[in-house]
């Protein structure tokens, strides 16, 4: 007589690897040294916040952990990594999208994220278990970056590192340059994720119809730079513990660049050992640079932050790789799941086996960021969406649903 198979729990638990939080505005001051204190005041009273995510009544959701652990728990979520998103002190807009600082802007913009990463600690302190914080860095001064990755990870924050977008024209160095090896060394070190959160990376456009489509276009490819200029610049090769996760860029596109990606290395490489082609002043010492190709690395090193996933992509699940797809619900934005999780689930994920729902919606989170999985099966066992209820299709989007996830004739990305 043979063990019967144990069947699965009635519940998913569901760890969102993409949310966002900060502070209310003058909520920051304490966190910031005294000496800035009078800065601080004269910048808080002239600042006119412009997001309207930011804006009562909804805008505590970034802060007020009691309502934020209710709502997300109310949507089938037990935990989250927990990106930025209100403004850190001097700053002009969030600081996922706002530009490098200038040489005078530089101490004030260091400052105010430190701030929002020792905001972030105490955040996460309230809900310990539930909670990934990430901590941002500014790239211009690398010993302090290094500095404040070790403090960061000792405070608690297992989400990671954000790492800053390095548009075309930055003040900063590319993200291939071997001038980020201690950043990698430190990362790789302490097992500290390295995020590259989308939306971060492009030039600044202006505001004109134009150029918000021009954004809408491109935003994307700007922040998957991040992947190709890791690879090619040999950070893998150098720091084979080193982790990339790439959040809120979509998950479709990753296939297909992942092929291009290799094709030119194979071009490349070979180009290297064949002196006569045009192609090999660029080839020359790449092989040397970056060790495995770039698919080997994704294997090895990559994750995706994939948020809302969309129906359309989850037929590449397998070619992305089931081990790296890692959902989320982008919560508190418009263009969120809340409160409409299961259903954006459903959309998704209907008539898939378990196993691969279980490991797409919580395990590979858990796995990256350090979740206690058993911990949190237990409040998903109350809590979290009906393993039932997401294996069925979604005839129709709910009223009012505004996300994304929704959107019917999504086609995937060439990036």
Same mark, same amino acid.
């Given at each position: 007589?043979?063990?019967r198979?144990?069947?699965?729990?009635?519940?998913?638990?569901?760890?969102?690897?993409?949310?966002?939080?900060?502070a209310?505005l003058?909520d920051?001051?304490p966190?910031?040294?005294?000496?800035?204190?009078?800065?601080?005041?004269?910048?808080?009273?002239?600042?006119?916040?412009?997001?309207?995510?930011?804006?009562?009544?909804?805008?505590?959701?970034n802060?007020?952990?009691d309502?934020?652990?209710?709502e997300?728990?109310?949507?089938?979520?037990?935990?989250e990594?927990?990106?930025?998103n209100?403004? /850190?002190?001097?700053?002009?807009?969030?600081?996922?999208?706002?530009?490098? #600082?200038?040489?005078?802007?530089y101490?004030?913009?260091?400052?105010?994220?430190?701030?929002?990463?020792?905001?972030?600690?105490?955040?996460?302190?309230?809900?310990?278990?539930? !909670?990934?914080?990430?901590?941002?860095?500014?790239?211009?001064?690398?010993?302090?970056a290094?500095?404040?990755?070790?403090?960061?990870?000792?405070?608690?924050?297992?989400?990671?590192?954000?790492? #800053?977008?390095?548009?075309?024209?930055?003040?900063?160095?590319?993200?291939?340059s071997?001038?980020?090896? /201690?950043l990698?060394? @430190?990362?790789?070190?302490?097992?500290?994720?390295?995020?590259?959160?989308?939306?971060?990376?492009?030039?600044?456009?202006?505001?004109?119809?134009?150029?918000?489509?021009?954004f809408?276009?491109?935003?994307?490819?700007?922040?998957?730079?991040?992947?190709?200029?890791? @690879?090619?610049?040999?950070?893998?090769?150098r720091?084979?513990?080193?982790?990339?996760?790439?959040?809120?860029?979509?998950?479709?596109?990753?296939?297909?660049?992942?092929?291009?990606?290799?094709?030119?290395?194979?071009?490349?490489?070979?180009?290297?050992?064949?002196?006569?082609?045009?192609?090999?002043?660029f080839?020359?010492?790449?092989?040397?640079?970056?060790?495995?190709?770039?698919?080997?690395v994704w294997? !090895?090193?990559?994750?995706?932050?994939?948020?809302?996933?969309r129906?359309?992509?989850?037929?590449? !699940?397998?070619?992305?790789?089931?081990d790296?797809?890692?959902?989320g619900?982008?919560? /508190?934005?418009?263009?969120?799941?809340?409160?409409?999780?299961?259903?954006?689930?459903?959309t998704?994920y209907?008539?898939?086996?378990?196993?691969?729902?279980?490991?797409m919606?919580?395990?590979?989170?858990?796995?990256?960021?350090g979740?206690?999985?058993?911990?949190?099966?237990?409040?998903?066992?109350?809590?979290g969406?009906l393993?039932?209820?997401?294996?069925?299709?979604?005839?129709? /989007?709910?009223?009012?649903?505004?996300?994304?996830?929704?959107?019917?004739?999504?086609?995937v990305?060439?990036?």
């Amino acid at each position: 007589m043979t063990d019967r198979q144990t069947p699965p729990p009635e519940r998913y638990t569901v760890i969102s690897a993409d949310c966002h939080a900060g502070a209310d505005l003058l909520d920051y001051r304490p966190y910031l040294a005294s000496r800035h204190h009078r800065a601080f005041d004269a910048w808080a009273a002239d600042y006119v916040n412009p997001f309207a995510d930011l804006q009562a009544p909804e805008a505590d959701r970034n802060w007020d952990s009691d309502r934020r652990l209710a709502e997300l728990e109310q949507d089938g979520v037990v935990a989250e990594v927990v990106f930025p998103n209100t403004v /850190p002190p001097f700053y002009p807009s969030t600081s996922l999208t706002a530009a490098q #600082p200038t040489a005078e802007e530089y101490e004030l913009r260091w400052a105010g994220l430190q701030a929002h990463n020792r905001w972030m600690a105490d955040f996460c302190g309230l809900a310990p278990g539930r !909670r990934a914080g990430t901590f941002q860095i500014l790239l211009g001064d690398l010993d302090a970056a290094v500095a404040e990755v070790r403090r960061c990870h000792a405070a608690g924050l297992t989400g990671g590192v954000v790492l #800053p977008g390095v548009p075309p024209g930055a003040p900063v160095p590319e993200l291939y340059s071997a001038v980020y090896d /201690p950043l990698w060394a @430190v990362c790789a070190e302490l097992g500290v994720p390295v995020n590259h959160h989308g939306g971060s990376a492009g030039p600044v456009l202006g505001e004109e119809p134009a150029a918000r489509a021009v954004f809408m276009v491109e935003t994307t490819w700007f922040s998957h730079r991040a992947l190709w200029h890791l @690879v090619f610049g040999g950070a893998f090769r150098r720091f084979p513990e080193l982790r990339l996760v790439l959040t809120e860029q979509g998950s479709g596109w990753i296939p297909g660049v992942l092929d291009m990606l290799d094709y030119y290395h194979r071009r490349l490489v070979g180009a290297a050992t064949r002196a006569s082609t045009a192609e090999s002043k660029f080839g020359a010492g790449l092989a040397e640079a970056m060790g495995a190709g770039p698919r080997a690395v994704w294997e !090895r090193n990559c994750f995706v932050g994939a948020s809302f996933m969309r129906a359309h992509e989850v037929p590449l !699940r397998e070619r992305i790789g089931l081990d790296k797809i890692m959902w989320g619900s982008d919560f /508190p934005h418009d263009e969120g799941t809340y409160p409409y999780t299961t259903e954006a689930l459903r959309t998704a994920y209907a008539g898939l086996p378990f196993a691969e729902v279980a490991a797409m919606v919580g395990g590979n989170a858990a796995r990256v960021y350090g979740f206690d999985l058993p911990a949190l099966d237990t409040l998903a066992a109350k809590a979290g969406p009906l393993v039932d209820q997401v294996a069925l299709p979604l005839d129709a /989007p709910p009223p009012g649903a505004t996300s994304p996830a929704f959107a019917t004739g999504g086609s995937v990305r060439v990036w």
